[in-house]
């Protein structure tokens, strides 16, 4: 008799994303966690936990704001260009932090240099500038008003008046206002101490070598640095493997000794169990939510444990980061002092649709280049699991619950993930290859900065159409007369040349169906085999378009395997998910694989013939020349 599985607690009891963070902070209700005096140089980015009163006057006298001459306005009522007043010096010169010894008496000048106090009996300074040496004295031509050139006590910051405000989030001006009525230290919130423990068997720390099957913590780090960005003291302990004792005693230990706790990994059913049941034995009222509809992020957990929150994020890093962002964030926050939302919000336009499925909230991220009309949002996501699209992007959009659907052409509220945006210097949209890295590369150097985004061959030309993007690099093959890439542009586009590059077939060394066949006999070995494996790659990309055409119609298995890489092919392959694609000779020699040329073909950059920004332009095309020696080491010809 077969015995039945292990029983699995069922965690999806799902709430709308609006239920759970009502549920969370109503449970947790979170405020600061007391106060603690910090020294001027550890302010920055603290949080004032106290009104700031001026002790004391600043500036603390009246001082010269330029220099010159300490002088009585009365002695140069008459003063003018043609009739200039005599003045004689005192023998006294005053500089900064010299206290005045004599008194200005009618008549008479003392030297003053910028921020030195004003001596007894002068009421302005004049501009040594506006003087004419003259005797044992000067000669002034104009006359002054008093009060001119100087600064009164108290002018500044006045003795008892409020300097900062409960809740100011301190920055460099701050710690200058603190250091100018005298103050060494300032109370502040005390930060949150926050544990962060990765868990799952996979899990290797950066630096160490990778196992088989084994992936790399990115995780941990990204959430210490977000927990960072966001007031709080974070501390990675590090991973643990999916053990019930040693998950256990991690656990406690972390939550005993910092004001928080969160895990990442381990919230989907099976393994999520054995982290559960550890959160649910830590204290009142325990789980609040273990299961929120939204995409990505739907196996969140979050629980408040005798007034701590714990909380166990996805283990994929865009679900993690997103959950963090969207419902944990806002609690710590206001745990630091802080403001429970900290990001920015900003208009764009988006020029593809969005589709979403009904009843959960979906984040879609996207990166923003300007367009004609403004902002422009481009979608860059690349499934939960992906680290590189927050690389990419400055955002995100919200698709409610109830929406399936958002419209091209359709203007967005677009969430960022840094303070502010800054566009790209150029923002270049179409097929991606590893040489342009090189030519990115010298481009950087010029103090020019550029986007990258890998849509396709015809998804650049798409941008590049809308005026969205500066570049679309294309390796498009015109079936009727064999020409890449010309009988592609629209009027008023033009071709940079770019460099040829060898597509070819990508095999296993050693496979039969390849080794000493030419590329007819291997492609026909291949389609009679039902056991091969094919990896394709992503509609709209020129390797697609030069694959299909190289089938002419067939669909063998693994057609609809599209990634949307060359290294991602060649990673398929050579982990043996796959037995052939196509892509170019760099990744293949790079993963050791065996390559059957197809086509040389050209990888070009379309722009408009009029750009919106022609030095730029004509900044690319001097760092590609530049780039001539680079591009061949990796293997492409100019």
């Given at each position: 008799m077969t015995n039945p599985p292990p029983h699995q607690d069922q965690f999806l009891n799902i709430l709308s994303r609006d239920a759970a963070e009502a549920a969370f902070l109503s449970a947790l209700q979170p405020q600061p966690l007391g106060h603690e005096p910090v020294a001027l140089a550890g302010l920055p980015g603290r949080v004032l936990a106290q009104d700031i009163a001026a002790p004391v006057d600043a500036p603390p006298f009246d001082r010269a704001t330029v220099d010159g001459f300490a002088i009585r306005s009365a002695d140069l009522s008459e003063a003018s260009e043609a009739e200039p007043v005599t003045l004689r010096l005192n023998p006294e010169t005053i500089a900064c932090g010299t206290a005045p010894a004599l008194t200005v008496a009618p008549g008479t000048a003392t030297t003053i240099a910028t921020g030195g106090?004003?001596?007894?009996?002068?009421?302005?300074?004049?501009?040594?500038e506006h003087t004419e040496p003259e005797g044992d004295g000067i000669a002034v031509s104009r006359a002054l008003a008093p009060g001119s050139h100087i600064s009164f006590a108290g002018s500044d910051i006045a003795r008892g008046q409020t300097l900062l405000r409960k809740g100011t989030l301190i920055g460099a001006r701050e710690v200058a206002m603190l250091a100018a009525v005298g103050l060494a230290f300032a109370p502040v919130w005390r930060r949150p101490r926050v544990a962060v423990l990765s868990t799952g068997d996979e899990l290797v720390q950066p630096g160490q070598p990778l196992p088989p099957a084994g992936v790399y913590d990115s995780n941990g780090p990204v959430i210490v640095a977000a927990l960072r960005e966001n007031g709080c003291e974070a501390v990675h302990l590090g991973a643990v493997a999916d053990d019930a004792a040693a998950l256990s005693e991690a656990v406690r230990a972390a939550f005993a000794s910092h004001d928080a706790l969160i895990l990442s990994g381990g919230t989907s059913k099976g393994a999520g169990d054995l982290t559960t049941k550890v959160i649910a034995g830590l204290g009142a009222p325990g789980i609040i939510a273990h299961g929120v509809a939204l995409k990505p992020g739907k196996p969140l957990c979050l629980a408040v444990c005798d007034g701590k929150p714990v909380v166990?994020?996805?283990?994929?890093?865009?679900?993690?980061?997103f959950t963090f962002h969207e419902l944990v964030a806002p609690a710590l926050r206001a745990m630091a002092g802080l403001p429970l939302r900290g990001t920015a919000r900003v208009a764009a336009t988006l020029p593809l649709r969005l589709t979403s499925e009904l009843g959960r909230t979906e984040f879609a991220m996207v990166a923003l280049t300007e367009g004609p009309e403004g902002l422009v949002a481009h979608p860059v996501g690349k499934g939960s699991g992906a680290v590189t699209a927050f690389?990419?992007?400055?955002?995100?959009?919200?698709?409610?619950?109830?929406?399936?659907?958002?419209?091209?052409?359709?203007?967005?509220?677009?969430?960022?993930?840094?303070?502010?945006?800054?566009?790209?210097?150029?923002?270049?949209?179409?097929?991606?290859?590893?040489?342009?890295?090189?030519?990115?590369?010298?481009?950087?150097?010029?103090?020019?900065?550029?986007?990258?985004?890998?849509?396709?061959?015809?998804?650049?030309?798409?941008?590049?159409?809308?005026?969205?993007?500066?570049?679309?690099?294309?390796?498009?093959?015109?079936?009727?007369?064999?020409?890449?890439?010309?009988?592609?542009?629209?009027e008023g586009m033009r071709l940079i040349p770019g460099w040829r590059r060898?597509?070819?077939?990508?095999?296993?060394?050693?496979?039969?169906?390849?080794?000493?066949?030419?590329?007819?006999?291997?492609?026909?070995?291949?389609?009679?085999d039902p056991q091969a494996i094919m990896v394709n790659r992503n509609q709209g990309s020129g390797t697609r378009v030069l694959l299909d055409r190289l089938l002419n119609g067939t669909r063998p298995q693994g057609y609809w395997n599209q990634p949307a890489s060359h290294n991602a092919v060649a990673t398929a392959i050579a982990q043996n998910r796959a037995d052939w694609g196509m892509a170019i000779r760099p990744v293949a020699q790079a993963l050791g694989l065996g390559f059957l040329p197809v086509a040389d073909e050209h990888y070009d950059f379309a722009v408009w013939e009029t750009p919106r920004n022609p030095a730029t332009i004509a900044a690319f095309e001097a760092a590609l020349s530049e780039s001539a020696g680079a591009l061949a080491q990796i293997g492409f010809e100019r």
């Open positions: 106090p004003l001596p007894r009996g002068a009421d302005a300074v004049v501009m040594i166990v994020l996805p283990g994929f890093p865009t679900s993690a980061m690389a990419q992007a400055d955002g995100f959009v919200t698709i409610p619950a109830l929406t399936d659907t958002i419209a091209p052409g359709t203007s967005a509220e677009v969430t960022l993930f840094g303070p502010h945006v800054t566009p790209p210097g150029l923002a270049i949209i179409g097929s991606h290859c590893t040489g342009l890295d090189a030519v990115v590369g010298r481009l950087s150097e010029r103090g020019i900065s550029a986007r990258i985004l890998a849509t396709g061959s015809q998804g650049g030309l798409a941008a590049l159409h809308r005026r969205e993007c500066d570049i679309a690099p294309i390796h498009l093959l015109h079936a009727e007369s064999g020409t890449y890439n010309a009988p592609f542009l629209s060898m597509q070819g077939l990508l095999f296993r060394k050693g496979d039969a169906r390849f080794e000493g066949r030419d590329l007819g006999q291997a492609l026909a070995a291949l389609l009679a």
